[in-house]
């Protein structure tokens, strides 16, 4: 049975080929959608391994792990419905936005490898390539002014020149 939230219904089950929103970084990450492409269901809750399923409930995937289309894998509790399949461009706006002003604020501007950031570039008269790009942590990216920071660990620490 379907269950509706603010009149999108969503399916009880999840299964292979279903749009999930991702949060990477132990839940810490900004919500990403991504396909699975495996699951995995266990006994014991937080499980790296289990039996393969096509598909599981929702009320079940703290016992599952899955994989991801674009190279992850995930706890089950780091999923969650996806209620439309096309791309929020309010939500995309306003995380623009937020690097825009971190940008202007700070010289920094924190981003995903999976985030498309023309439009962030583009708001900023910027060229990619004469922007400082580190890697925060796993698929993290802090872009930085290098007329600010000498280094990308200057950057990260907030050490300005």
Known sequence: MAQIINEVRVKDS???GDTVL???NFNQAPPVRAVISGIEISTQK??????ETESALWSQKEFCV???SNGHWAYGEQIFPCYSQEPDKETEMVRINRMVKSWQETGRAHSRLTND???FFACLGLNPLMVGITS????DLLY????MYASDTDAIKERKI
Request: charge should be positive.
């Open 46 to 51: 937080r499980s790296k391994y289990g039996e």
């Open 22 to 24: 991702w949060r990477g």
């Open 117 to 119: 950031d023309k439009l």
């Open 66 to 68: 899955v994989n991801l």
């Open 14 to 16: 999840f299964a292979i």
């Open 144 to 147: 930085y002014n290098t007329a």
């Open 136 to 139: 925060v942590c796993g698929g």
